[in-house]
């Protein structure tokens, strides 16, 4: 491993941010150090804590446009502790792979944004507009009070982002190849059919839930929803649990259980999806109720001042013409892009998130912080003094 690597300023950062356990809600200290970083560049901090979680809202500059790198300092569990090669909270380099939970997903893009503001403010410090930082510790888990609640409180006092970039791990082979301009929305349902239980030898005096169910559950998995467009596949619809039964084979179920999760495009919103699984329903005549669990709109950021600065930055530091994309699950980005904020998100691979040994290429998190750098320019820079 050369010292160039190991001494490198984003990974020391990378390291200094993944040595903390931060597992969701817990920030363990790291927007705190982040916030230091920033203020001695001219940032005014305001941390806003709501219930369990650690938000961080940072500016430096009043007007506008207002560029703005959002993240999380959160991150999933670690999990058994016996299949990590080196633990988890000790961030170590092993053939040029830095390793630690984080490293990822998305502590090593907090280091990059970091180290590419810093370099940008020093060499622009007279840049156009201003530059903020919206950070939480609540997107792993239930995402109630990080994001949104920061938004609303921006949008209850009218400070808009213009541009954001948030840190995601979109790449696939090689960091910068695939950039995701928008995202799917979702929604999730709880089904609940209901019968009449009773003894499975006298079939006149029960309602089979099960029976009962497949005809409508087979419908909506083979419904067609839209044809998408060109930026969204054709929505989708996934039964991810199906439940029912008491154990015993000579007894009829009084109820089943079906989760069912939807990923839709532009084409769709909630209320025409509810309007169709109510539909289909209601024809097969079913004795049901739905919870529903509404978790982001669907949001696309087309060609403009954010995509094309990305765009060109990423073919500047790597030479890659890279891919705009939309798949993937959500993201914070789904909380931003409502306000009319140009929203996409860029971060090293994704290979390893969520996954014990999660790792990341030094060399990438490296290249990050110069494309980062470079989109400032391309957005934001006037002559250099």
Request: glycine share 8%.
């Amino acid at each position: 491993m050369s010292n160039k690597l190991t001494e490198n300023i984003v990974i020391t950062l990378a390291k200094d941010l993944i040595a903390r356990p931060s597992v969701t809600p817990e920030d363990f200290g790291c927007q705190k150090m982040m916030a230091e970083r920033l203020t001695s560049l001219g940032f005014k901090n305001e941390s806003m804590v709501f219930e369990d979680t650690t938000n961080l809202w940072s500016r430096r500059g009043t007007t506008e446009p207002v560029f703005c790198f959002a993240g999380h300092t959160d991150v999933v569990p670690a999990g058994n502790l016996d299949l990590w090669h080196t633990p988890p909270f000790e961030p170590t380099i092993i053939n040029g792979m830095l390793h630690g939970r984080g490293a990822a997903d998305m502590k090593g893009s907090l280091a990059a944004m970091l180290v590419a503001t810093e370099r940008f403010v020093n060499d622009y410090p007279d840049h156009q507009g201003s530059i903020a930082y919206l950070i939480t510790s609540d997107e792993e888990g239930p995402f109630i009070n990080g994001t949104t609640r920061v938004i609303d409180t921006l949008e209850a006092r009218n400070e808009k982002i213009t541009y954001c970039i948030v840190g995601e791990p979109t790449s696939s082979n090689n960091v910068g190849d695939v950039v995701k301009n928008g995202r799917r929305g979702s929604i999730s349902g709880e089904l609940i059919i209901h019968g009449k239980q009773g003894h499975v030898a006298y079939p006149e005096h029960v309602k089979n839930p099960i029976h009962l169910a497949m005809p409508a559950l087979a419908e909506l998995s083979q419904m067609h929803w839209d044809h998408g467009n060109q930026y969204f596949p054709e929505t989708s619809f996934q039964l991810s649990n199906i439940e029912s039964g008491t154990g015993a084979t000579n007894v009829v179920p009084g109820h089943l259980v079906a989760l069912f999760n939807l990923r839709f495009s532009t084409e769709l919103n909630f209320q025409n999806i509810i309007d169709k699984i109510d539909a289909v329903l209601t024809e097969h005549q079913l004795n049901y109720e739905i919870k529903w669990t509404f978790n982001g709109k669907p949001f696309i950021t087309e060609p403009g001042t954010l995509v094309d600065s990305t765009i060109k930055a990423i073919k500047t530091v790597t030479d890659i013409e890279a891919e705009l994309s939309t798949s993937g699950g959500t993201s914070d980005g789904r909380f931003i892009a409502p306000t009319g904020a140009q929203v996409i998100e860029l971060g090293p691979c994704n290979t390893t998130i969520h996954q014990v040994n999660e790792s990341v290429s030094c060399e990438d998190l490296i290249s990050l912080a110069d494309i980062y750098y470079h989109i400032l320019i391309n957005a934001l820079a006037s002559e250099k003094t």
